[in-house]
């Protein structure tokens, strides 16, 4: 047996009988309720099965409040008498064709009334079905027409805002007088927000609500949302652009050349893209210039390419300006920033720009190192502990630190080795102390070992010669070695020379002339180099060597006497030479020698 689930009459059906049959009555049960059937047989042969049907409920009754919808009907039962198992509810539009009913009438409803919640405005009708065991019966007729009013939210300021906390305005239209209302963020169960009145006291409500702080500027719209199902929602808008929250300059590489500018702002930074364009820069210590830009999280860095100007970590004129730039500093909700010229917080540690050491007194012993930093120092920068000074030449140790401006100076007490004015394995380092070297603004300066620059001049430290077939004679091959406080420059004394001796008229003592490696003629103390009063010989083509890593400059008597050679003689005893450099001597770093005066007592060659 089958039954249609629209059929509202009786189905019947002709079983026709093979064999006479004896009138009775058979009860059918299939194993529903809805199933039940009567079969009765007639004087023909055939038997007439009678289905029960589900009838339609009657028009059902709708009322509102507010967008709250009552949907009433009367029950029904079965043909047979049997009580439905629930009902089914639709709603029309104006027109009549069925929409999608909300939270409270949906599914199976098993009273005979629903309230639906929400409804949206606008002229709707129900209609009702019933339900009996998996049948479904027909609709009823529809309920008489009920308009719910549209609702309708305006912010009326102020919008957009540009920080939170804030207070906006606005009017709320279409609630219903006495309905408690509440005000959310984003979705009408979104965050509860402050705000009054709590119930609405008119047709035209006017309304006040707090956005809180922590409120980004994503988009957000602001709900009310009505004990009586109305709901109404307004964009609000909020546009607050990432701020400036600190601008500063850096020495990076502490050089002494500004080479960063970081902007840190109060917003994670979108990816960027805009170059170098949206920036001004202006004064730019040393005359640096803007190479590049980059974001990472708040923070923008500014990079820039060093200036040939003076080294200096001075602010200065010094500024940085930002304009808007879509593709710019801006936040993930695209909101470009931008700020006026202003100078940036100094976070450039004063940095050594020449760091020199000397020898002022000429003696051959370092005992000073001057530093010009990149710009002046406070006043309290005299710890010596925070300095470290390595293979100090002679042996020198630290004994003192002072500044003045941007020199400071480092007094080392001279140490008791051999004379030594060159770098060599010297090597200065500072730690960073509150009490060291520092700027107005505080910031330490510090730095790895590094070797100073060598100011301090050559000077002579001893004289000394070989002697061929006859010590005290002047002999081609015979050399006079000198021997400096550091390696010379090569290049400052010619690849060959000339060596001279003459007897000057009268009762002077003899002299020697080294071209290029003594500083004119110079008194050898004795009288028996030369034999011959007020003569002259000597050794042109003298060649020029080096020894000890450039520290000694030796020059070897040439083969080939000029001038008054039958002279020569023999000097018997050792005699004061008085030794003074030529100035045109230098060493490596290009310091002049001394005028320093060196005697030995000797026998020449």
Same mark, same amino acid.
């Given at each position: ?31 529903? #309720? ?21 009838? #339609? ?40 064709? #069925? ?12 009273? &005979? ?27 009823? #007729?529809?309920? +008489?027409?009920?308009?719910? @009013? ?82 109404? *929602? ?98 993930? !909700? ?27 007194? &000429? ?19 005299? !710890?010596?502990?925070?300095? &470290? ?43 960073? *102390? @509150? ?77 020697? /002339? ?26 042109? +083509? ?15 008597? +040439?083969?080939?006497? @000029? ?6 003689? /023999? ?12 100035? &045109? ?21």
């Amino acid at each position: 047996m089958h039954a249609h689930a629209e059929r509202s009459s009786v189905a019947t059906a002709w079983l026709t009988a093979l064999a006479s049959v004896v009138a009775c009555v058979v009860f059918v049960s299939v194993g529903v #309720p809805s199933a039940a059937a009567g079969y009765e047989a007639t004087a023909s042969g055939q038997v007439q099965v009678d289905a029960q049907f589900v009838p #339609p409920p009657a028009a059902p009754v709708a009322t509102n409040v507010g967008a709250d919808v009552t949907v009433s009907w009367g029950a029904v039962t079965s043909s047979g008498g049997l009580p439905v198992d629930g009902y089914l509810v639709e709603r029309l539009d104006a027109g009549g064709a #069925p929409v999608v009913i909300g939270a409270g009438c949906d599914g199976v409803v098993a009273a &005979t009334s629903c309230v639906e919640t929400g409804v949206p405005a606008g002229t709707w009708t129900y209609r009702v079905r019933a339900r009996f065991a998996g049948w479904t019966g027909p609709f009823g #007729p529809a309920s +008489g027409a009920i308009v719910i @009013a549209a609702t309708s939210l305006t912010i009326t300021g102020p919008v957009p805002l540009s920080a939170v906390p804030a207070t906006v305005t606005g009017t709320l239209d279409g609630f219903v007088t006495g309905e408690t209302i509440e005000f959310r963020l984003d979705s009408p169960t979104g965050s509860l927000l402050a705000g009054t009145p709590t119930v609405v006291s008119s047709g035209s409500q006017p309304i006040s609500v707090t956005i809180p702080s922590g409120t980004d500027d994503a988009p957000h719209s602001l709900f009310v949302a009505g004990s009586f199902g109305n709901v109404a *929602a307004a964009p609000l808008p909020i546009v607050m652009p990432p701020a400036l929250q600190s601008l500063t300059m850096h020495d990076v590489d502490a050089d002494g050349r500004v080479d960063e500018v970081r902007a840190v702002f109060d917003d994670t930074l979108a990816p960027y893209a805009a170059g170098t364009a949206p920036w001004t820069l202006t004064n730019v210590p040393s005359g640096g210039t803007l190479d590049g830009v980059s974001v990472i999280g708040d923070t923008a860095v500014l990079t820039i390419a060093e200036g040939a100007g003076a080294p200096t970590t001075v602010v200065g004129a010094f500024t940085v300006a930002l304009a808007a730039n879509a593709a710019g500093v801006r936040d993930v !909700n695209g909101h470009a920033s931008s700020f006026a010229a202003q100078a940036p917080l100094d976070r450039a540690a004063p940095a050594p720009v020449t760091m020199v050491m000397l020898d002022p007194n &000429t003696n051959g012993r370092v005992n000073r190192v001057t530093i010009t930093w990149s710009e002046s120092l406070a006043a309290t920068t005299t !710890n010596r502990t925070i300095w &470290t000074l390595a293979n100090v030449p002679s042996g020198g140790t630290l004994s003192s630190v002072s500044a003045s401006g941007t020199t400071g100076t480092l007094t080392i007490t001279e140490g008791a080795g051999a004379l030594d004015t060159g770098v060599g394995a010297f090597t200065i380092a500072l730690a960073p *102390a @509150a009490n060291g070297p520092r700027d107005a603004a505080g910031n330490r300066s510090t730095f790895a070992a590094r070797a100073p620059t060598d100011g301090a001049r050559p000077l002579p430290v001893s004289v000394s010669d070989t002697n061929g077939a006859t010590d005290g004679r002047v002999q081609p091959g015979d050399t006079l070695s000198v021997l400096f406080s550091e390696p010379m420059d090569t290049s400052s004394i010619p690849a060959t020379t000339t060596v001279t001796l003459t007897d000057p008229a009268g009762a002077g003592r003899d002299t020697i /002339t080294i071209a290029g490696l003594t500083n004119g003629a110079r008194s050898t103390g004795a009288n028996n180099y030369v034999s011959t009063n007020n003569s002259t010989y000597s050794f042109a +083509g003298s060649p020029v060597s080096f020894a000890d890593g450039d520290r000694t400059i030796v020059v070897t008597v +040439g083969a080939a006497c @000029a001038g008054t050679c039958s002279a020569i003689a /023999t000097q018997t005893t050792a005699a004061n030479f008085s030794f003074r450099a030529a100035t &045109t001597l230098t060493d490596v770093a290009g310091n002049l020698v001394t005028t320093t005066t060196r005697t030995t007592s000797i026998r020449l060659f």
